[in-house]
């Protein structure tokens, strides 16, 4: 098996240094638009056969050195009864947004094994197919990253809705947080029960927020998550996107691997994340458009500031975009097992 | 003439703090919206009498120490032959997108004199009405964040166009920067001309590039705008929102005021910006919904850290969001000029 993932998540410098690309299964491969062209999204992340063969592609195309489950992070709030629509062009919608104590009383508590079956199937037979080729992750959203859906009602650019409850009802804003911190917890153990290998929360939105409100309305619920799950024994990465400001507190989150989008240089990262920080990222997804030799150049840097921690797993800052050529995706892959062997 | 603000700009610690609040002229206001409902938000920024009545009812209701002309940053690239409109609930759209050295072509340099008389209109009939009660910034879009609405052709999540053509087509990446970057400087240069007492470069999407890509891809041009503009001797202030990681950078713009988004503490930011640094900022906007004891709070701790500074200018982090209360605008500012009196 093709430990190497596991290896630099625990710590350990492998030669070659581990790839794997959030969003690696997507819009950009032509083997994703085929199935996608069947089925539509939501029906895609619930049925397994279709959500683990969409996995698996990248794996067998691109030579990634992790596979990560084919899901969407808002699957647990429409098992908590918030209703889910994927809208083209407007990306998911959910009705109604949860502002008040009534619309929250209407949310509640999952039991995975019933309510997200077809996530813990899609994660058992993809363990079967990966048959130990490499390593299958699993993940979340962050707590503070779905109360924004959920609160918002879909994406947004002011984020004026939840940061007002943040504000102006805090004592709402605990109980949605502790209500998905809950769920998250059980969401994701389920999926460790099941077969995941290592976790992945994904704080998505988390870098919106002043370092103060980050510290006490989200790393307070994610750090909840990693301690609860600690006892399970598998590596847990934490995303906290557009965090460069953040760092110092995420590496109190309990989380054993951080991942950083492509605006904080690891090399910078390093001194709030400390020198024996496990790193993952971080190239800028839109560089897979420079010609190969620049291309090169740029994947050597961040290898470079990848050695300075104690571990480095390559990724990008953010998922692959529709708009990259999948040759590209896999020529930075290429090069960065050449150049890290 | 209550000069607070300009002094600040030129490194004086004062009592009280100057404040202003970009997008203090704004939709939050009903005296706004009053004007609004009679005229489109194009037809009040091209004539005269509209944009600068917008312009003083923040001075008169809320006592700020600045007036910032009503105006938009997109203005210049209409100017320069991109068709530019503003469609409700998406924002601005500039058609066609910038994408080839044939669209390109039809761009062109302005004389402002001609071309955007109504701005260089507004700040005279503004100097005259203000009669020295607070001074008036001119401001203009920095290159990065002009060229992105003008190769996006409008607003965007991936910023996918621009940093496609930036890392594809450095060329055509290049002329562009470079054509936005004489055109601003001859927008200000106009403006500084016409009366405007200080003015303020506005990044808004500088920020979403890595370290490497700002310095070569952004900064040298704004640098350019404020080398060739400081022989005309007032304040320039640059705000790079969401630029946490690029200060070291920013402190090399030549700007005499550094702005600064709710997401970097001030005490943090003096690190790389050196404590001679001249700082404005930066309360997050969505705290004004806070109630007022915990409000006081965060503008008594942002005060204490702008004291770290060589000079503190008070604003938000951002503009002012319409869904905020005007009263709490007003009583922010009571707040900040009394605690720091």
């Known amino acids: 098996m093709n430990d190497i993932f596991l290896r630099a998540c625990r710590g350990e410098k492998t030669l070659p240094v581990p ?4 969003r690696q299964a997507g819009r950009y491969l032509p083997q994703y638009q085929e199935i996608r062209g069947k089925a539509d999204f939501l029906t895609m992340c619930k049925t397994p056969e279709l959500a683990a063969e969409v996995t698996l592609q990248p794996v067998d195309l691109l030579g990634v050195d992790a596979a990560i489950l084919f899901s969407d992070i808002l699957i647990p709030l429409e098992a908590m009864g918030a209703e ?46 990966l048959s130990g080729k490499v390593p299958l992750i699993g993940f979340a959203g962050a707590p503070f990253t ?16 939840i940061k007002k ?45 002043t370092r103060q409100d980050f510290r006490d309305g989200a790393l307070v ?32 989150s309990g989380a054993d691997v951080i991942a950083l989008d492509w ?11 400390g020198k024996d920080a496990v790193v993952q990222g971080n190239l800028d997804p839109c560089l897979l458009f420079l010609p190969e030799e620049r291309l090169r150049e740029r994947i050597a840097e961040i290898l470079r500031q990848g050695l300075l921690a104690r571990a480095h797993i390559f990724n990008l800052g953010h998922g692959v975009l529709p708009e990259i050529p999948p040759e590209k995706v896999k020529l930075a892959i290429d090069i960065i097992h050449e150049l890290s062997s």
Request: glycine share 6%; aromatic share 12%; no cysteine.
């Open 84 to 129: 889910l629509a994927f809208k083209e062009g407007r990306g998911p919608v959910i009705t109604p947004p949860v502002r008040s104590w009534d619309e929250f009383s209407a949310l509640h508590s999952i039991d995975p094994i019933k309510d997200v079956p077809f996530v813990l199937d899609t994660i058992k037979l993809l363990r079967k197919e």
């Open 165 to 209: 409850m943040l504000f102006s009802q805090p004592d709402l804003f605990r109980a949605v947080m502790n209500l998905i911190t809950d769920v998250t917890i059980s969401y994701l153990s389920a999926q460790i029960d099941a077969g995941a290998q290592a976790i992945q929360l994904f704080d998505t939105w988390g870098g919106i927020l």
């Open 19 to 22: 790839v794997w690309f959030m």
């Open 263 to 273: 605006r904080t240089d690891i090399e910078k990262a390093l001194v709030p994340l």
């Open 221 to 252: 619920y994610a750090r909840r998550i990693f301690n609860s799950l600690r006892e399970k024994g598998v590596p847990m990465i934490y995303f906290v996107y557009d965090g460069g400001h953040l760092l110092d507190f995420v590496r109190l």
């Open 146 to 161: 779905l109360a924004t859906y959920l609160i918002e009602g879909g994406t947004t650019k002011s984020f004026v809705n």
